[in-house]
């Protein structure tokens, strides 16, 4: 006969004691510090194949009828983690536009999800939506944008960038688009203009929100890969005459392949002549306004009606949190909110559901607000300063080193390659282009299988460069001084390698 389950008793499953709670978590603590004290003698990242990965974790098992003991589950989980993962916070992770994650991070994520606040609703979170607040405050302030800006924090860069964009939409266009959309007989044609650099998330979001990846006006980028001003306003004038309604411009604070700024404050002046809306991408560059040395563009956030960052990249938040900023307060709530006009006079305080893309919201400001305040201001600038200085030095080495050849530098992004010595001369032959592409591909292959650096790369219009981002707070001058040799040893191994396989075919 089955037991009758006492609830007056209740003791669920899944809950812990106190003590428990302490012994679990002390011992948790102590995993994650031994990893901080070890990253760097550990590889980058596992030399590993799906399947092994697949094979280490059990993939097959199925799910589990029965409960387990928490302590060997949070162990296994560790191991499993810490033996099978990339590492972007090794000093020697220079891929993509991912940053080391701040250590008061990982402890802040733990107290917001003890605490648990829902950020969607301030009665729900009180606290909390005031301390995200004070961070969008504060990340303005950081940047020079208004701070008496409107904004919110969201899952990362791509997302803050379709804010902006939805952002852009309702303010600009000549109808109720929310209602309407963008499909019926008196609809303009909605146009948006950006430059061939421009980052993934803009076909995601002309897709997304109804536009069309075709809405795109591309504009080719110039000889230093920023939007190029001449194309723009003819493209604008041709559309405009073509009945279209030219409403956003987005520039890049800081392109993801070679880290150039767009033409800011001309953008701004273009936007004005024709009413459009400014919005910045500075995802991976907007924190680097901060810098009094930055790229003067980098000074002109404040002439966007919205910018986009990222505190996961350069304020070393641990994934996730990006934050879209905008110059009209009301801006985001325009967009977003669907309570009637009235209920937004009597609410005195943010409720952040209405001016954002989710609902049920977690506390994703505690961990840049706890950073923010552990560097200042002072913390920050001299960290990026520092990113950029050995991405600098990185572009000096390389180009002093004879078998390597370097592309560009701009904010903390180098770009390079391995150029072998019977190459150096003639490597802009059809067939010599094809194969230096394919040799570098092939590096980038065995860098990452080597775990000694990560390295990503980037196309240089038909040249296949590789690409070191420093957005690494623990990158020292060794370990950068240490990356042409590696590049040009492995180098020297994948053209053997590659030249025996011809010889062989
Ligand atoms: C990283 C990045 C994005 C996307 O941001 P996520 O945080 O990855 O969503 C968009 N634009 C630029 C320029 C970026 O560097």
């Known amino acids: 006969m089955k037991e009758e389950n006492d609830l ?9 004691t106190p003590e428990q709670f302490r012994t679990l978590g002390h011992s948790l603590i102590d995993r994650v510090a031994d990893l901080l004290g070890s990253m760097r003698v550990r590889p980058v990242t596992p030399d590993a194949i799906p399947n092994q990965i697949r094979e280490a974790l059990g993939a097959e098992s199925p799910l589990p009828d029965h409960g387990a003991d928490p302590q060997v589950i949070l162990d296994r989980a560790a191991s ?14 220079w891929g993509y536009i991912t ?23 301030w009665k729900l979170s009180p606290m909390a939506s005031e301390v995200e607040a004070q961070t969008i405050r504060w990340i303005a302030e ?42 019926f007989d008196g609809a303009g044609n909605m146009t948006l203009y950006a430059s061939t650099e421009t980052h993934t998330w803009l076909q995601k979001a002309a897709d997304l929100f109804g536009f069309g990846t075709d809405a795109i006006g591309w504009v080719p980028a110039d000889g230093s890969r920023r939007m190029g001003l001449d194309h723009l306003r003819r493209k604008i004038e041709r559309d405009v005459d073509d009945r279209r309604l030219p409403f956003l411009v987005i520039a890049s604070a800081g392109t993801v392949s070679t880290g150039a700024v767009d033409p800011i404050r001309a953008l701004a002046e273009i936007c004005r002549e024709h009413d459009m809306w400014l919005h910045i991408d500075g995802a991976y560059g907007g924190f680097a306004a901060a810098l009094p040395e ?40 325009n967009a977003f909110s669907y309570h009637p006009p009235y209920y937004h006079f009597e609410q005195e305080a943010i409720n952040y559901f209405d001016h954002g893309l989710q609902n049920s919201r977690g506390f994703r400001a505690l961990k840049v607000w706890l950073a923010l305040q552990q560097v200042g201001r002072e913390g920050y600038v001299r960290m990026i300063r520092d990113d950029i200085g050995l991405a600098e030095a990185l572009y000096r080495r390389v180009s002093q080193t004879p078998e390597l050849q370097a592309f560009t530098q701009a ?51 038909e040249i296949y460069a590789l690409r070191a981002c420093v957005v690494n707070f623990r990158t020292t001058l060794q370990d950068i001084e240490a990356l042409p040799e590696i590049v040009v040893r492995v180098g020297q191994e994948a053209d053997r390698a590659l030249r025996s396989q011809a010889r062989i075919l």
């Not at 007056?8 to 812990?16: F, G, H, K, T």
């Not at 099978?84 to 000093?91: A, K, R």
């Not at 791509?158 to 929310?178: M, Q």
């Open 8 to 16: 007056s008793q209740r003791r669920a499953p899944i809950d812990m």
């Open 142 to 183: 950081l940047i020079g944008y208004p701070p008496e800006c409107g904004g919110v924090l969201t899952s990362g860069g791509n997302v803050a960038n379709f804010a902006g964009v939805l952002a852009a939409r309702a303010a600009k266009a000549r109808w109720d688009v929310r209602a309407r959309g963008l499909h």
């Open 80 to 93: 499993l983690l810490i033996d099978n993962s990339l590492y972007n916070g090794h000093p020697r992770f």
């Open 294 to 333: 930055a790229p003067e563009d980098l000074h002109c956030l404040e002439l966007a009606d919205s910018v986009a960052v990222d505190p996961h990249k350069w304020l070393y938040a641990p994934l996730e949190a990006g934050c879209v900023l905008v110059r009209d307060p009301d801006a985001l709530h």
């Open 99 to 121: 940053s080391s994650p701040a250590p008061i991070g990982m402890l802040g994520d733990l107290l917001a999800a003890a605490v648990n606040p829902n950020v969607g609703g």
């Open 411 to 461: 904010l903390s992004i180098t770009t390079f390659r391995y150029l072998p010595p019977d190459y150096q001369g003639h490597e802009e032959s059809p067939a010599a282009s094809e194969y230096l592409n394919q040799l570098n591909e092939e590096i980038l292959v065995r860098l990452e299988r080597g775990g000694e650096v990560f390295l990503s790369n980037a196309m240089i219009g």
